[in-house]
């Protein structure tokens, strides 16, 4: 048998209310919610994770999966009932109460990210497409660490994952005293611009426009903020964000987005050893991207079916340099050299009865492949 997934990402819905200019979530409506998974079937494919690693975690994608609330802690509660770790990252429009705050960390995930793409309120607010989101996002975090504070004991984590673009990256150590000193946030998760999640557009004008940030000035600043604030930062990590800027500056297409020729000169990706993702269909996939085959959730046992028979996917995914390895959620280097943080590794012994396995069965249980989309992410 396979070693089991640590992650599975659900899909909580295709909507929002911003409307950030590098993502387009918010371009959907969720139109066609009739045809969605159920709540029921999804929290019984989070029993089926759990079997299949009862120390897993669970992840919500969207969307602003915060607008419905219903799904949001039913998964929650769900995870917690079986022991299992939620982490979610939402915009903190909808923790604007104490009593909401109160209730994320009593009922909500075990890590709670707010994504800033600044420090600067005119910058937050003018890339996500409405004026107040920054106040309303800073007021969350503020919200949750008094809810936390109530709560003696509590063990939520609550970080902001902040956007790196030509806007942000000039102001990363003031980005890092603003989280961490000003509202007094865990941590600060450092985030590259990717192509826009879920593109519409054929032309993605954020992604080109705002992709002109000099790798080495970079590295230069987040090696002076590992110092400042004592961060731990894996220096690996580091070399991977340089990396991956220096690929996006020598492409010429960054306009096409996700259709760009774009490629990392290294593979930096593992996201297929240990992540399943869910989308609002039920398709479970091993990444964001459709451009690998997935499998239609039907009935009971078919994501331990997906996960143990998915070998030649596996073996495609193992060459893909696509920009979206740069992310959390897929990236096999963690962003801190803090062992507690870094991904158990497999046994030699694991590994090779992971590539057998993988070469079973020959004709693997997929769907066929759709066409290209995009990501969300942790
Ligand atoms: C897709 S959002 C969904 C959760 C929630 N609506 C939010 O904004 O936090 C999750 C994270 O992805 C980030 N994101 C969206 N588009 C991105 C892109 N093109 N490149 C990198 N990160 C992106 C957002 O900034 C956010 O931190
Ligand atoms: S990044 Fe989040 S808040 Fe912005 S449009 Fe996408 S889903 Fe909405």
Known sequence: MRSPPRYIFIETNRRCNL????????????????NYLPLPRKLEVLGEFHELNPQGAMVTCGGESMLDLDTYFGLMRECRRLGLTALSVVNGTRIQTAEMADRMIAEGPHEISISLNSPRREVHDRTRGVRGAFDKAVKALRLLLEARARVPGSTSRIYVMGLVFDESYRDLEHFYDFVLNDIGADRLKLNSLQPSFAQHDPTDAFFRDHSKVDPDELCDIIQRCNERFNLGLNP??????RMYWQSLARARDLELGWASKVETSEHICNTYDRNIMVDSYGKARLCFSDAFGGLKLKQKGDLK??????GAIRREMASCNRPCGISHSVRRVSARLDPARQPPQRSFAARRADFFADLWP????????ASESAACQE
């Not at 409307?19 to 009739?34: F, M």
């Not at 690996?236 to 964000?241: F, P």
């Not at 020959?362 to 492949?369: A, C, K, Q, S, T």
């Open 19 to 34: 409307k950030c200019e590098h993502c387009n979530y918010w371009h959907d409506k969720d139109t066609d919610a009739a």
């Open 236 to 241: 690996v990590w580091i070399e991977q964000v």
């Open 305 to 310: 079916r997906f996960w143990e028979n998915a």
């Open 362 to 369: 020959l004709r693997p249980v997929v769907d066929p492949r």
